[in-house]
C-alpha cells in the first residue's frame, strides 16, 4: 500500500514522505486492514523496526486532526518517552481544524502534581509511573483522553508490568469509548491481550531487514537455516572475533555482556584490536567524540576509560554512566561512528540501538540466590531483535556463544528455535497490590473489598484469574493500611485517612510511608544529615542499595561506631534482622550520599565506595523524592520540628553542596563547580554578586559573559549592555582562536 493512497491529511503525506517512506510495511498494511484508523482497538506484535511507531503516528494524529481527541502514549522508560517526544515533533507544525498547531507534550517526572498544564497538549508522552501518578491525582484531563497508545506491552510480565496494568484498566473504567493500542515485538500469547483490551491482534515475525539467528563455536557459526559462515581468525576472543569479522564488513557491532565489568573489560579489549584499523575520517570523528567525553560531567576514572576506548572506535554502555555521557555515545552509535558497543541487558529494553552484528556474549545472568542463571527467551529475542540497521544492512545477524558442541545444540534448540515464553501478570503480589490497593480506595475506583475485587478483575490478572484468587492477599494488605492508619472504616465502607491519601499522591510504598512516619516520631539522641539518609535508605522505594563491598566492610564498621547516637533505627538490634550485609549496604548508601553533600567529587565517590556516577545519580534523584516524601509527612503527623532540616536536606541532595553553597546554586545555571568557584573567589551570597562588577565576574573561572550576565539579571544587578557586549565579543574570538589551535593540533596529530 503507498503512502499516497492513505486515507489521512495530505500534510501528514507530504511529511511521512520526506522521511524516505514511500510503502507501507506488511504489519503496518495490516494493521490498517484491522481498523485501528477507524478506532479498533489493536494489539500490535511484530519485531523491531517493522513500522509500529508510524501505525501509533498515524493513529494519534487521526485522534487529533479528525476527532479533536486527545493522546497519551505510555512508554516503560524515560530515554523511549523523550525518542518518541521527539519523534512527534515534526508533526507540531500542522494545524488542527479547531485552529492553533498540534501541541505534543512530555512529562516523565514529579510524581506529585495533577500536571494541570497537559490540559492544553493534544498528545502527551508520560512513563507508566507518571500516568498512574496522574490516575492517583485525578487530573481532570484524563477523562478526556480518546486514545491510549501503550508502548512495549510485553513489559507488563515484567515487575513494574502491575502499574501498566493498573493504568489501563482505570483509564478504561473513566472512559469505556477510550481507543488502545499496544505494541511491542512478538509475544507469545499476544492474543490473550487482546481478548482482554477488547482488541483485535496483529502478531508477525516480518522484519524489513532478514535477520539470521546462530550460535558460534570457535570459528563458525551456526545459523538457523542449517548454513555455516566461516570467520577469519583476527582475534582470539570469539565474541570479539566475530565483532571484527563483522565490522571488516562495514557492520556495526552490539555485544550483551552479563555485567558491567565485562562490559568494560571487553570495550578496553574491542579498542585494543581496532586501534589503527578505522579510516581518517572516522578517526578525526572518534577523536573529537572523546574529547566531548572528556569535558562533560566531572572527571573520573570512569570518564578517562570511556574517553580512550571510544577514541580507537569501540565504547561501552551501562546504568553507571552519568546521562551526558549516555546520550553521548548513544548518538555516536546511530551515526555509524562507534564500531563495537558492548553494553548490558538493560538496553536491549532501552533506546533504540540497532546494529548490523549482535552478539550475546553470556546467556547466563546472575540472580541472587540462584547464581548464574539462564535468560529467558524472550529477553533473547528482546536482544537479538537489535541486529539489522534499517536502510543501511542487507541483513542482520544475532550470535550465541558456546563453548562445546553440546551447548552449541542447546543453544540452536533452546533460543534459536524456541518460541518466547507466555506473558503473565505480577499484580498478584503483595509488594505490587499494597500501593494499588490504596491507591484505588484513595482515589475513589472502590471503597469495599468486593469492590476492590471487582476493580483488580478489570486488570489482565483478572482476565486470566478469578479475583477470589488475590482475596487473601488483599484482605491481608487492607488490614496492614487499616492498622497504619492509612485507611479507615465507615461501617462496610472503607475510605482513605489524610495520611493514607498523602501516601497515595506521593506515589511511595505504604512501608516507606510508615519507616518514615515511625523515624519522624523516634526520639532520636543526636539528629544530623545522616539521620535522615540513613532513614531513607532503609525503605523499599529505595532498593536496590549501594551494596557493601568486601573493603567497604572496615570502613563501614567504623563509621556506625562513631555515629551510632544518629542512627535513626538500629535495624541489626531487631531479632528478625539478619541480614547483616543488607543493613551495611543501608549504612554505605546514607555515607555516599552524606559525601555527595559534603561535595565530594564524582571520582573520589567512584575510589572511595565504587559508586559509578549513574549509581550515584539514580541514589541521588530516589533520596532528594524521599527527603520531600518525609517532609511532606512531617507536615500530616505534626513533626513539624523537623521540617527545616528536611527542606534544606533535599535542596542540598538536588544539588550536591554543603549548606553554605545553597544561596549560589539555587541561580539558574550555576551547577555545584560554578558555586564552589564563585564562593572561593569572595562571592559567598547574593549581596556580594549583585554588587559586582561584570567583569569581575568574567575573570573567574567558568563565568563567561553569558553565565555573568544572567547571574547579575537574577540577582537584580544592573547590566551594562556596552560592557557585555564587549566582553561577549571577546569571548567569540578567544573561542574562534581556541577553535583553531585545537584543529591544528589534530592535523598534527594526523
Known sequence: MKIVELNISEKVKNIILLNGINELYPPQVDALNAGVLEGNNLVLASPTASGKTLIAELCALKHVLEKNGKVLYLSPLRALAWEKYEGFQQYSELQKPTG????????????????????????????????????????????????????????????????????????????????????SATIKNADEIAEWLK??????????????????????????????????????????????????????????????????????????????????????????????????????????????????????????????????????FKKGIIKILTATPTLAAGVNLPARTVIIGNYKRFVAGYGMYPITVLEYKQMSGRAGRPQYDPYGEAVLIAQNSDEQDQLIENYVLAEPERLYSRLAQESALRAHTLAAIASDYAHTENGLLDFFSSTFYGFNYPSSSIKMIVTGVIRYLLKEGMLEEKGDYLYATDFGRRVSELYIDPITAVILRDGLRTHIFDITDFTWLQLISQTPDMKPILRPRRQDMEVIENYLEDHQTELAFDRMEEEDYIDRDEFLGEVKTAMVLEGWINEKTENDILEQYGVQPGDRFAAVQKSEWLLYSAYEISQIIGASEHRRHLRELQDRIRHGVTKKLLPLVRLKGIGRVRAKVLYNNGFTGISELKRAPLEKLVSIPLIGPRVAKNIKEEVGGLVDEEEWKQLSKIETEQRSLKDFVEEKKLDEKQ
Open 199 to 332: 482488541a483485535r491482534v496483529v502478531t508477525t515475525n516480518w522484519r524489513p531487514i532478514p535477520l539470521n539467528e546462530g550460535v558460534a563455536l570457535s570459528n563458525n557459526i551456526i545459523f538457523k537455516d542449517g548454513k555455516i559462515k566461516q570467520l577469519k581468525p583476527l582475534n582470539n576472543s570469539v565474541p570479539l572475533n566475530i565483532a571484527l569479522n563483522s565490522v571488516l564488513e562495514n557492520g556495526q557491532v552490539l555485544i550483551f555482556v552479563e555485567s558491567r565489568r565485562r562490559a568494560e573489560s571487553m570495550a578496553r579489549d574491542a579498542a585494543a584490536a581496532l586501534a589503527g584499523s578505522l579510516n581518517r575520517k572516522t578517526q578525526t570523528e572518534l577523536d573529537s567524540l572523546a574529547s566531548d567525553i572528556e569535558v562533560h560531567g566531572e572527571k573520573t576514572s570512569l570518564t578517562d576509560s570511556l574517553s580512550h576506548a571510544v577514541s580507537k572506535g569501540a565504547s561501552y554502555h551501562h546504568a553507571g554512566l552519568n546521562t551526558e555521557h549516555r546520550r553521548i555515545i548513544e548518538n555516536a
Open 100 to 183: 492553533g498547531k498540534i501541541r505534543v507534550g512530555l512529562s516523565t517526572g514529579d510524581l506529585d502534581s495533577k500536571s494541570t498544564w497537559l490540559e492544553s497538549y493534544d498528545v502527551v508522552i508520560t512513563t507508566n509511573e507518571k500516568c498512574d501518578s496522574l490516575l492517583r491525582h485525578r487530573s481532570p484531563w484524563m477523562s478526556n483522553v480518546s486514545l491510549v497508545i501503550a508502548d512495549e506491552i510485553h513489559l507488563i510480565g515484567d515487575e513494574r508490568g502491575p502499574t501498566l496494568e493498573i493504568a489501563i484498566a482505570r483509564l478504561l473504567q473513566l472512559n469505556p469509548n477510550i481507543q488502545i493500542l499496544a505494541l
